[in-house]
DNA sequence: CCAATGACCGTAA
DNA sequence: GTTACGGCCATTG
């Protein structure tokens, strides 16, 4: 730890993360002060464990889908989202546009579905 | 300091 | 819609 660097800030980024709501890499790397640092992201999460104070499941590709992850497996990370309340399309992805966390928040209302 | 890696993203064909 | 290639960032050896 200790690591005073691009790691906990992104950290502390998804710490920030409310349940059920789902941020990708290149959104985190922004915010974190990169936006072009979304490989680094990744990386920094890669250090974190499984049982990190940090919930790193709540961070997904653009694709709004489970990146391929060594060990672990993508499979933890599907069950850990509906836990929270997500609901994974047909195609094992998630609408970033209601679970996306830009403060889009659901806004309730756009609809598709 | 230089080289290689990595849970990615963006654009092009 | 998918597949392919390059680029950019930060960390580690």
Known sequence: MVTDSFY??????V?????????TYAEVARR???PLASRA???ALNALAWDA????????????GISDRPGVGAMVQR????????VFSSDGRLDLRRYGWDGAGASGFGGQQ
């Open 53 to 64: 104070d940090v919930p790193w499941w709540r961070v997904v590709n653009r694709t709004g």
């Open 8 to 13: 906990e800030r992104v950290y502390a980024i």
């Open 79 to 86: 069950e850990r989202l509906e836990a929270e309340g997500v």
């Open 15 to 23: 710490r920030e993360v409310p349940p059920g709501t789902v941020v």
């Open 41 to 43: 992201t990744g990386y």
């Open 32 to 34: 974190a002060g990169s």
